[in-house]
């Protein structure tokens, strides 16, 4: 009997990470992989990006809406709570054999609890990393202790998850996805990337993802206010926006940009690029700007410094190309003025997150697991001894 795996994707960073991995699981013929689509994948509002696995060819098993009208604290709970119900029925419905969950999110954390309830073995891709200024932080660690199967992208996140009392014998370091997204990705050229997407690629611009810092109450539209006040001192500069995710302030952060745009020639936001656009974007620009992840991991590695503002990334392992800011009009622009100077050519990208095969690592992990090794669930406490 095939076994059943399903891989759950609530985001457009998430789905981008996870391509080259579910390319893979569908070539094997003795599994049945059902990707599911939840989240802000089928949010109108933040661009139906479930429209990118179809436009790769990769079938949709199952859309789930969970998500609310507004995304206010007590909307992350009701999300959850969606979650929890919605996954819980497909999960005694289809019974797969594995769950693969990528990240921190709270809905990931919410269809975890699910499984977990359900007796399903979980694998946890990016476990043990840090963003102290995010409550994705506590929801990554909680992903953890539900995970059976963990798959690390560096050696001291490796460690860490062992620190937390998982068995070293459940615990990988596999690199990242991402890695081979670049190495591997075709991208647009920076003509064919203005046309797609509307704007003058071809001066210097730079790429913008700002989300809300959400372990800081009500500060999002002012650190919001203070990037666009960064911004237009560098009228020189046009500033590719890409909206914020469907955290807590998010939508306030994005009814923000959208009225500021619509007064500045050189800004545009977009709803979202897309895997291949954005990674195309971020290859010929100047600079990253913002706070996402992605600044942290996939900019480093095509060598293109990132102005990284605030503490919602703060805890991650960097490569020397990110710069650390406040998130105050200054600061800003002191670290732009620092990424200006970058010297790209001096600098040969990251290999912090692996070599490009963390896909093959992963299918040979989960080839051991399903087909060869009998999972127990019954995990036990590894302890490590240390001094107080």
């Keep these: 009997m095939k076994k059943k795996i399903c891989v759950v994707s609530s985001t457009r960073a998430d789905y981008g990470i996870l391509k080259p991995l579910l390319v893979k699981l569908k070539r094997r013929r003795d599994w049945k992989t059902q990707l ?8 109108e509002r933040l661009g139906y990006t479930y429209r990118e696995a179809e436009e790769d060819g990769i079938e949709i098993f199952s859309k789930l809406p969970i998500n609310t009208k507004e995304n206010s604290c007590y909307d992350t709970s009701l999300i959850m709570s969606n979650a929890l119900v919605k996954f819980g029925q497909y999960f005694q419905d289809e019974k797969p054999d594995l769950l693969i969950v990528l990240g921190d999110r709270t809905e990931i954390m919410a269809i975890c609890a699910a499984a977990v309830n359900a007796h399903i073995p979980i694998a946890h891709l990016h476990g043990g990393e840090l963003t102290l200024g995010a409550v994705d932080d506590c929801m990554r660690h909680a992903i953890t202790k539900m995970s059976y199967i963990h798959l690390a992208a560096t050696e001291e996140y490796r460690r860490r998850i062992i620190q937390m009392g998982e068995e070293p014998e459940r615990v990988f370091h596999v690199g990242a996805l991402w890695v081979e997204n670049i190495l591997k990705e075709e991208l647009l050229s920076c003509e064919e990337l203005g046309a797609d997407v509307g704007f003058p690629s071809m001066q210097h611009y730079a790429v913008v993802t700002f989300h809300p810092v959400t372990l800081e109450k009500g500060t999002a539209e002012s650190q919001a206010k203070e990037l666009f006040a960064a911004m237009r001192e560098k009228s020189d500069i046009f500033f590719l926006i890409t909206k914020a995710n469907a955290d807590a302030g998010g939508e306030a952060i994005n009814r923000f940009m959208e009225k500021e745009t619509l007064r500045y020639p050189n800004m545009k ?29 996939e900019v480093s590695l095509l060598g293109v410094p990132t102005v990284n503002i605030g503490d919602r990334q703060r805890g991650r392992i960097v490569a020397e190309s990110v710069i650390s800011c406040e998130p105050n009009c200054r600061s800003i622009l002191d670290a732009i003025g620092q990424a200006l100077r970058w010297e790209s050519a001096e600098y040969k990208g990251t290999s912090l997150y692996g070599n490009g095969n963390t896909s093959e690592l992963i299918i040979e992990i989960l080839d051991r697991f399903l087909c060869k090794e009998e999972i127990d669930l019954k995990k036990k406490f590894f302890d490590i001894a240390f001094q107080v």
Aim: net charge positive; no cysteine.
């Design 269 to 297: 936001v977009v709803a979202s690029l897309g895997r291949k656009r954005y990674l195309s974007a971020v290859k010929y620009a100047k600079f990253v700007l913002g706070n996402s992840s992605s600044g942290m991991t």
């Design 36 to 43: 599911v689509m939840t989240g802000s994948h089928l949010e």
